[in-house]
């Protein structure tokens, strides 16, 4: 398969037609039409479905896209960027499943050039891609996920849950009506432990698939919801945010999965010791008898 079919197959999902992403590609429509028909070929499903709507992506094609998405960026660093890097520098790309994790991704990435030298880094935000199946196809070499690991492709450490608290702000919302619950997509787990108290929740339920833009929302218009307790500790410390008394915490379990290739077995040992420090280091702004930051 083709990176510039792969190209081509981005370029109509964005467009939204083949006559479109063949303007913008300066090619004639039927190479475009052979470029995508060679993918569909080659993985056996239709990626588009085309009709008086337009041309729009099949549920095959969506789970595709990330994937294309990441062969094409990878062939661009790979063609573009790797050669004239130093050859003793170590590449990693890391994933997270759930965006409660992007905040923890960013500071491994620091504690990882901080106690190794510096490092190719990839981190992978796109939460739509599944951890386990990207790490077994190469895509990603090792990713943080919530579910626990049965792809006999890979390897993985089941880590210490991740503890989320129900936190609310101190006042009532902006418009001065019922309270506010923010709901977030942290998986089966998180919806079972949530569902009968949004039910409760005396106002309305809104639902924000991304923590950091969750906890942004909540904080400008008040109202209460479900955080990991290293995400929201500064608030806290602040009095912005209070916790909800008597409410139980949600214990999510998190799994750091990696590819079993025994050349590169030493990066899971050190990614995995370093990981361990890092949320049992103490949250350096909490003073004495502090909890530990992740």
Known sequence: MQIKALETFLC????????????????????????????EEA???????????????????????PYAEQMVSLWAYASRELPGQNPSRVSIRLGAQLSIWDPLLVDLAISLEENFGKLLLTLNYDHDLNMIEAVGTHVLDAALTHERPRDGRIVFEELAPERLILVETPGPSVDGGETLFVDLELGEQYRQHVRAIARAAEGQAIFLGNCMMALRYLLRRG????????????????DELRPVPGAPDLMLPLYLVFHPDMSRHAQFDELLTCLNALRSAPDPGAGAGAQTRY
Not at 223 to 238: I, K, N
């Open 43 to 65: 993985v056996g499903h239709p990626l588009f479905t085309r009709g008086a709507g337009g041309t729009n992506l099949t549920e095959f094609g969506h789970r595709f896209r």
């Open 12 to 39: 109509v999902a964005e467009c939204g037609g083949f006559h479109a992403a063949a303007r913008k590609m300066h090619v004639t429509q039927t190479a475009v039409s052979a470029r995508i028909r060679s993918i």
């Open 223 to 238: 109202g209460r919801g479900y955080f990991p307790d290293y995400v929201v500790a500064q608030h806290l410390r602040s």
